[in-house]
């Protein structure tokens, strides 16, 4: 199946996007005019998009001109693109990547698709998941190192019971899946962000406490919820009666 590029806006975001996930991968790339890094992305995600068989559908969304959308899912810094399959997201990343990485991407999504996966509901979108069963799945996601999945989980999360443990585990999958770059703060801590989020994604939570620990102590006083809130989220995945979580709460 050869690729196809299309731009997409509010009003064909469902059919282009949401629906043709069911048939085929959908990548958004959410970008804007103005934006340096969304002129460096967009040319190689065209370029991927547009090759022979390339198995994928590539939608453009000026992120400007739809202000609604960016906000339903949660865009927050762009380029950002998101992995549609079966009606929802299912893997993203924020800032420009080199090819390499972006073809890697690609075919983690292209690999995990299947149009069987989901059927579509009446109004063509995926009949939705149990609370339970998204928190679930966005724990063993986390636990396996992929954070991105789990943010598209914990994202804009139903209210219900489960609803407050998810937003505890928000902030881990934030830094997993922007290894550290959406915390901010010196070069030096941010640099301790993204060994932490290194030592998540290679499933050593130890390592990641250990620099998070480091930013902890480095951070100025009003930033310092920063790290906390991603510690806490640690011990949030592991529970409160784990080593891990013993040892390192008392410094928060």
């Not at 009606?87 to 080199?98: I, L």
Request: aromatic share 6%; charged share 20%; glycine share 10%.
């Amino acid at each position: 199946m050869n690729g196809i590029v299309i731009e997409v806006n509010q009003g064909n975001f469902q059919a282009e996007v949401i629906q043709r996930s069911f048939r085929e991968p959908v990548l958004v790339d959410f970008w804007a005019p103005w934006c340096g890094p969304c002129r460096m992305l967009g040319p190689v995600l065209e370029r991927v998009a547009n090759e022979s068989g390339s198995g994928f559908a590539l939608a453009k969304l000026n992120s400007d001109e739809n202000p609604g959308l960016s906000r339903q899912f949660g865009i927050q810094g762009i380029p950002a693109v998101k992995a549609f399959a079966n009606g929802r997201v299912v893997d993203q990343f924020v800032g420009a990547q080199p090819e390499p990485m972006v073809r890697q991407f690609v075919g983690r999504v292209k690999a995990g698709f299947s149009p069987t996966a989901a059927k579509p509901g009446a109004n063509g979108t995926a009949e939705p998941e149990s609370t339970d069963e998204r928190l679930k799945q966005a724990r063993q996601l986390l636990n396996n190192g992929n954070g991105c999945k789990a943010q598209s989980k914990l994202q804009n999360f139903p209210s219900s019971p489960q609803t407050r443990e998810a937003g505890q585990l928000l902030p881990l999958a934030k830094l997993m899946c922007s290894g550290g770059s959406d915390l901010g703060g010196s070069a030096d801590v941010q640099a301790m962000y993204g060994q932490a989020a290194s030592a998540m994604q290679r499933r050593e939570p130890s390592a990641a406490l250990y620099h998070l620990l480091v930013a902890l102590n480095q951070e100025p006083a009003e930033r310092k919820d920063k790290a906390r809130s991603v510690m806490q989220s640690i011990f949030t995945l592991r529970g409160e009666n784990d080593t891990l979580t013993q040892q390192y709460k008392g410094f928060i």
